[in-house]
């Protein structure tokens, strides 16, 4: 069974800085794309920062000169390191990986259960 397992989250003030972690686990072939999304109280989830297999990134403009987003393609990882914190940075944060479990298969989207971020002096 994969499962996308997060971990980092927490309250924190604002300018300060969090990581979060996200590590795939079960039998997998491949893994595409790997990101991380976020949903606020009473917002849709939208896209934070998305990283190809072959290392390009994406960000969303709200996040630019903030955070990176990186791999570790043999761990099946991928971290947001999260500086300059705002509080309306503050909202559950959903990992996603793009995986192809079996070698016959097609890509499918995964998600984590969500971590909470919560900036706040």
């Known amino acids: 069974q994969v499962q996308l397992v997060e971990s980092g989250g927490g309250l924190v003030q604002p300018g300060g800085s969090l990581t979060l972690s996200c590590t795939v686990s079960g039998r997998i072939f491949s893994i595409n794309g790997m990101g991380w999304y976020r949903q606020a109280p009473g917002k849709e989830r939208e896209l934070v920062a998305i990283i190809t297999s072959g290392g390009l990134t994406n960000y969303a403009d709200s996040v630019k000169g903030r955070f990176t987003v990186s791999r570790d393609n043999a761990k099946n990882t991928v971290h947001l390191q999260m500086n300059s914190l705002k509080p309306e940075d503050t909202a559950v944060y959903y990992c996603?990986?793009?995986?192809?479990?079996?070698?016959?298969?097609?890509?499918?989207?995964?998600w984590g259960q969500g971590i909470r971020v919560t900036v706040s002096p």
């Open positions: 996603n990986a793009e995986i192809r479990v079996y070698v016959w298969g097609r890509f499918a989207d995964y």
